[in-house]
């Protein structure tokens, strides 16, 4: 049998153990993937928000990472089971472009589709509030848990596939020295239109219950095509990439970035920053925990910053006092992406603030945020229907240009300073002029 033929059985034929989900309804695993679903490495996904404090706004938004990946995992057999049937053609085709369809093995697919499963195993609890800290990536950290003994045992024997190319295929750090197709898989699970984007957009729109992310994904995958750099998409697909990009922006002003999201979460980093820097606590204290071991670790220490966590659990926030748009130009904003560097601002703050107040301020009354540059990626290719050749989504007739992708980017990535709710504390910041100060730093 030759390998396509056997890639598309064992898709269509292996997958026959159905769990229920509310956003794609049936998610059918293998027999062997269930087993995995059932190791108690999957299930502490059950324990961590996919949203973190998001919860805080939209009551609804407490499904978990769990649920993200199995439906990362069931968009991954849809897609793979449209690359191997969507154009025969090009399957068959001699062109260099789509040699990869027929390249891969039974193994490799096998592969992708248990990395697809597992990819957010190393995830840190409370989503993203310990990014830009200084912590090893989730991806090393889920490589790493999928190489571990148990794991990697029940990989071979249940999957059948190696655990050094599923660990590869999450983690590009790593190298892969055999066959597999780790290079194309990579660019499946992670670009324009990869299977995370398109369960995490539905997914976080239902649970929130905005409309903003929901996509139309029949139409999408009916548009994609086979390539050398994992897929293409045809021009009359390309609505569907303009609906995605703007789909992004759309959860990023509502939901991901909402200003009480933002102080959340900014409560959450400045304390684990600051119990870092102290020693309180170690880098890798922060692994392999849940939401709830996370809260219990940060409460058995008497160091006051690190009540900033249970004041988020209790929604006793802090105020939005002041916020700019992000200049690239600006040399301050620029300093200030630093995490470091902002807590030595924030100190600088304080200190001006403390002559007015005539009172010590602790460490933790202020907070700066500066969210992360977002990657609205447009690196993606686009098939021609006239010529069958490909061409870069740049030079496609898309209105979502390189220009208008990054106008998207800089209308949402603002500093602003956070602060503890005391009249006399708003006042004083009031008196310094603190827009003026985020903008041009202490004179």
């Not at 299977?195 to 029949?218: E, I, M, S, W």
């Not at 609906?243 to 959340?264: C, D, E, G, Q």
Request: aromatic letters at 8%; hydrophobic letters at 40%.
């Amino acid at each position: 049998m030759d390998s396509i033929s056997s890639i598309f059985n064992h898709l269509v034929r292996d997958y026959t153990e159905p769990v229920k989900d509310p956003v794609w309804r049936n998610i059918p695993l293998s027999r062997g993937l269930l087993k995995i679903a059932s190791h108690e490495a999957f299930q502490k996904l059950n324990w961590i928000k996919q949203l973190g404090p998001t919860y805080l706004v939209y009551p609804g938004a407490t499904h978990t990472r769990l649920n993200h990946s199995l439906g990362v995992f069931h968009l991954s057999r849809r897609m793979m089971l449209h690359l191997f049937t969507a154009d025969t053609s090009m399957l068959e085709s001699t062109s260099p472009d789509y040699t990869p369809a027929r390249d891969l093995s039974l193994e490799g697919t096998k592969a992708f589709l248990c990395a697809a499963l597992l990819h957010d195993l190393g995830h840190f609890p409370y989503a993203h509030s310990l990014k830009d800290l200084e912590l090893r990536s989730h991806e090393s950290l889920t490589a790493e848990r999928i190489l571990q003994k148990d794991l990697s045992k029940l990989i071979k024997e249940e999957v059948g596939t190696d655990p050094e190319l599923v660990a590869a295929i999450v983690d590009p750090a790593l190298s892969y020295n055999g066959a597999g197709g780790v290079s194309f898989f990579r660019n499946l699970l992670s670009g324009v239109l990869d299977p995370d984007k398109l369960d995490y957009l539905n997914r976080d729109a239902y649970f929130c219950g905005v409309p903003h992310g929901t996509q139309d994904v029949d139409f999408v995958l009916a548009e994609i095509r086979p390539h050398s750099d994992g897929m293409a998409v045809t021009e009359k697909g390309l609505s569907a990439v303009e609906s995605i990009l703007f789909s992004k922006y759309l959860m990023y002003k509502t939901v991901y970035w909402h200003k009480t999201v933002r102080i959340a979460t900014a409560m959450i980093k400045k304390a684990v920053l600051l119990a870092l820097k102290e020693k309180v606590l170690r880098e890798q204290d922060l692994y392999w925990l849940d939401d709830h071991e996370f809260s219990s670790l940060t409460e058995k220490h008497a160091f006051p910053p690190l009540h900033l966590i249970r004041r988020v659990t209790e929604r006793r926030l802090f105020k939005l006092v002041a916020s700019i748009p992000f200049d690239a130009k600006n040399s301050v904003h620029l300093h200030l992406q630093d995490v470091h560097n902002r807590l030595g601002f924030e100190e600088d703050i304080g200190r001006e603030v403390e002559k007015l107040l005539r009172r010590k301020l602790p460490l933790e009354s202020l907070i700066i945020d500066v969210p992360e540059p977002i990657n609205f990626e447009v690196h993606l290719l686009v098939l021609q229907a006239d010529t069958g050749a490909v061409i870069p989504y740049e030079r496609s007739r898309s209105v979502f240009n390189r220009d208008s992708v990054r106008a998207f980017v800089n209308s949402l990535r603002t500093i602003s300073l956070f602060a503890e709710g005391q009249e006399d504390l708003i006042d004083a910041l009031g008196k310094i002029g603190v827009k003026g100060v985020l903008s041009k730093g202490l004179q």
